[in-house]
C-alpha cells in the first residue's frame, strides 16, 4: 500500500523555511511504502491522489500552504472514494471541513490523559489545544475523553484521532476500525 503522508511547516533558527516528516511514520507504516506530501501550489494533486492508496493528514501547524495543499488532498481522495487518516491537526481540519465544531481548550499539550474505546480505559499522547465538541453530522465517535471531548470519530474511510500514534513507537494504537478500513482497501485492490 502507498501512503501519502502531510508535512508539517517549519522555519529554521537559520531563516529557512522547510517542510518537515514525523519520524515515527516509518515505524507505524514499516510494512506499507511512505511519501511525503510537499506543501507547494503547483503539483499535480490528481496524480498524487491517484499513485497513493491512504491519505495521511499529520499533526503541526496550521501554515497557510500547508493548509492550501492538505485541503486540495482530501478534496481529491474524497473525490477518488479513498481512505484518510486525520492526526492531531489533521484531525481538527477534517472536523472543521466536514461541519463539525472544535474549541480551544486547557491542559492537553504535552500530556497523557485517560480515553475510552468500547468501554475500556486507555491512555494516549496529548500535544494539542484544540479538541472536538461536535463530530461532523453521522460520523460515528471512537473514543471520547473524561471530559466528553471526541477524541476519534469516523465517517465512512475517514478517521480522525486527535493523539499521536506515530509518536508511540511500541503501539501506534488507533481504533480497531481503522484496520477495517485498511482491510476494505487491500480487497478493493484484488
Known sequence: MKVLISTRTLDSPGGFRFDAFERGFYSMFRE????????????????????????????????????????????QFRLQGKPILGICHGAFLLTQLMDGKCE?????RRTEHTVWYKYEQRIVNSYHGSAITM?????????????????SWQLENVMAVVWHPERDLDNHWVPDEFQDILKTLKESKK
Not at 32 to 42: C, F, G, P, S, V
Open 104 to 108: 480551544s481548550v486547557e491542559g492537553h
Open 32 to 75: 506499507h511504502e511512505t511519501t511525503a506530501l510537499i506543501n507547494k501550489k503547483n503539483q499535480n494533486f490528481q496524480k498524487l491522489a491517484v499513485e497513493h492508496d491512504l491519505l495521511v493528514l499529520s499533526g503541526g501547524d496550521d501554515h497557510p500552504q500547508r493548509l492550501v495543499t492538505e485541503i486540495e488532498m482530501i478534496k
Open 135 to 151: 463530530a461532523p453530522t453521522d460520523a460515528k465517535v471512537l473514543v471520547t475523553d473524561d471530559n466528553g471531548f471526541i477524541e
